[in-house]
């Protein structure tokens, strides 16, 4: 049951790491894209795509909250009280970043979109970076059992730095592919260029970054780093061959098959990332049988998975399917037109 429990809120986190990355990745984009008037149409392209999911994406991260508190307390408790700052942070960016896109699609004046549109971008780079810190810190072992850990020191480290570039890298590269597509559906192939070739720049970035967190975690984390280039190295290569059929199949133009490719490749990240880890869920010195809840809570929490897998996850995949077959878009007349 322990393993099980677990192997749910690896799933949850990996599902929001990879679709709340794509719209974390989208927000990257928005705030490079530019001034007034050349960032216009990548805006709108933004916008247009990020509509109908942004906050449907949010529901993963609910779930995987909600699922360590329950079967994990003391690892959630050790978490929260070492890593508030941070977390804080992700938190306070989630909703300025929500309250940011709101406010974007209705104002009418150009200053008060500039003003929401710069809330927007900006939170979408703090708040993956946040995340990455938090599980840089879990995995580099800087939050004790005990939650006594220094609120600074725990977080702003190498490892842990490094970690939360990794996770702005890593959206980048998703929201990048994720509009490829989007702009091809919608037939601006300009617009589909540019995301193309931004795909393959942060697509090298991510691989550069990573190799660099390797590099960190083998001179600080010993212990894990023989976990990733041992027991989990097949899944380290499967990502990296999906991140390179990936980058093929942007050249190819198949934006579609490339979309799938590059979710397998961050989803493999986050699967050898759980392979090294284990059995551990603090560091080295927390297991998940010792930071497990009672067995009847364990019991009862697989039963609600059941319910909501029969419930809320149909409703969620056919969501997905609507957006990635660009049904759910609404595209306003002078959205994406030049000049």
């Not at 850990?149 to 570039?165: T, Y």
């Not at 319910?307 to 306003?332: C, H, K, N």
Request: hydrophobic share 55%.
């Amino acid at each position: 049951m322990v393993n099980t429990v677990a192997l749910i809120l690896w799933a949850a986190v990996t599902l929001y790491a990879i679709f709340g990355g794509a719209d974390f990745g989208a927000g990257f984009w928005d705030l490079t894209a530019g001034g007034a008037e050349r960032g216009r149409r990548p805006r709108a392209l933004i916008d247009i795509s990020l509509g109908p999911v942004w906050e449907a994406n949010h529901v993963w991260l609910i779930f995987s909250l909600v699922i360590l508190w329950t079967g994990f307390p003391p690892a959630f408790g050790a978490i929260m009280t070492t890593l508030y700052v941070p977390l804080t942070i992700a938190v306070l960016g989630i909703v300025l970043r929500g309250s940011g896109f709101a406010f974007l699609r209705v104002s009418l004046r150009t200053n008060e979109k500039r003003i929401f549109g710069a809330v927007f971008a900006l939170s979408s780079v703090i708040v993956p970076f946040a995340l990455g810190v938090v599980a840089g810190s879990i995995a580099s072992g800087k939050v004790p059992t005990n939650g006594q850990g220094d609120p600074i020191d725990a977080w702003f480290n190498l490892e842990s730095l490094v970690c939360g570039l990794l996770a702005v890298a890593a959206c980048a590269y998703l929201g990048a592919v994720f509009l490829t597509a989007s702009a091809r559906w919608l037939g601006a192939e300009d617009l589909e260029e540019a995301f193309r070739k931004r795909s393959i720049g942060a697509a090298v970035a991510t691989g550069a970054v990573a190799a660099a967190a390797m590099v960190v975690f083998l001179d600080n984390g010993p212990n894990r780093m023989e976990r990733l280039i041992g027991v989990a190295l097949p899944v380290v290569i499967l990502s990296a061959v999906l991140g390179l059929l990936a980058l093929y199949l942007l050249t190819r133009r198949r934006e579609k098959a490339a979309r799938f490719c590059a979710i397998g490749a961050v989803g493999s990240i986050m699967a050898a990332w759980g392979v090294a880890q284990y059995p551990y869920l603090l560091g080295d010195h927390l297991t998940l049988a010792e930071a497990a809840a009672p067995s009847g809570t364990l019991v009862f929490m697989i039963g609600v998975v059941i319910v909501a897998a029969f419930t809320v996850v149909p409703s969620l995949i056919w969501l997905y399917r609507l957006d990635f077959q660009g049904r759910l878009m609404e595209i306003p007349d002078t959205a994406l037109t030049k000049g």
